[in-house]
């Protein structure tokens, strides 16, 4: 376990060069350095990405096995972009109910979710929580102000997301491109790409925004992630247990952001509608044309800034000893 000493020790200073930085490269000093550190402290979470690339890669080759069958019914591109997709969606699909009409055989279950989950987790967990029990704020408020520590923070956690969950699809993407042996039209698959990075990124956002909120709650980094991990495991069964055997749209759905996360993927890819499954075997339409897609972008707002307005009055206002 780090000693108070050890872990104050590992802040460093360098002497005073006369060169004074802007706001943006405080934030990104921050952020850097919480980065590298959270990446050199845990060998884990390098395993959990290799992994993640690994898992990629081998659907990928059992498509190529099979892909001539597969080209004389569809494009290479149409391949491309649904193979994709199924992919992020696996991503956010944790406990969620949402499928496309046009779906035959859809599954329900956490796919590898979990497991990227859990790797976010034990990064963002300690970020705050480890300042807080250390007490380092002399250290960081005699160069920035709180708004900048808060900001790289987060910052450094947007930048473990981007690795868990951008980098891996844009590799994918990649292998795809390469792979199918159909002539993919680079062109018009480029939407398909900046439609991914759109979602991973917001993705990245909304859990980045909530892992922080426990980690500012708590100063111990175990705590907190525990906190994160079953919130994240409760919201979806809460939720479809309060809209109970509705046969219409209701805001409430979106109050969990897996569940928005997955309509969003779909809005992305062009789909109108998706199937909202809670108790009922048959499901509810959405009209993403409608009301139900009106709400999602409003609703990850709400979980984006919410998060950031509970970390901002935990770090800037009441915790004065951060």
Not at 292 to 303: D, H, K, R, S
Request: proline residues 2%.
């Amino acid at each position: 376990m780090m000693s108070d000493e050890a872990y104050v020790r590992k802040f460093g200073f360098r002497s005073f060069e006369g060169t004074l930085r802007g706001r943006v490269w405080r934030v990104w000093a921050v952020a850097w350095f919480n980065m590298t550190h959270q990446w050199h402290r845990s060998r884990v979470f390098k395993i959990l990405i290799f992994f993640t690339i690994f898992i990629l890669i081998i659907p990928n080759m059992f498509l190529f096995v099979g892909i001539d069958e597969l080209l004389n019914t569809r494009t290479a591109n149409e391949i491309l972009e649904d193979h994709l997709w199924n992919t992020v969606r696996d991503f956010a699909r944790f406990q969620v109910m949402i499928t496309s009409p046009d779906e035959t055989d859809p599954t329900f279950d956490t796919g590898y979710s979990i497991i990227m989950l859990i790797g976010v987790i034990m990064m963002g967990a300690g970020l705050l929580s480890d300042d807080l029990k250390y007490k380092v704020s002399e250290i960081y408020d005699s160069k920035i102000d709180r708004s900048e520590y808060l900001l790289g923070k987060y910052s450094s956690l947007l930048i473990f997301g981007n690795l868990f969950y951008t980098f891996p699809c844009a590799l994918e993407w990649s292998l795809l491109v390469v792979g199918i042996s159909g002539a993919v039209d680079i062109v018009a698959a480029l939407p398909v790409l900046c439609g991914v990075i759109i979602f991973t990124e917001i993705l990245s956002l909304v859990l980045s925004s909530i892992i922080l909120v426990f980690s500012s709650l708590t100063q111990r980094r175990l705590y907190a992630g525990l906190l994160a991990f079953m919130f994240f495991l409760s919201s979806t069964i809460v939720v479809q247990s309060l809209t109970g055997q509705t046969e219409v749209f209701e805001p409430i759905m979106y109050l969990d952001f897996f569940t928005v996360l997955s309509v969003f993927s779909y809005i992305l890819a062009g789909k109108t509608s998706v199937i909202y499954y809670s108790s009922g075997p048959e499901g509810i339409v959405l009209d993403l044309n409608g009301i139900a897609g009106t709400f999602v972008i409003p609703a990850i707002i709400l979980f984006i800034v919410g998060g950031l307005l509970i970390c901002s009055y935990q770090v800037i206002w009441r915790n004065s000893h951060i």
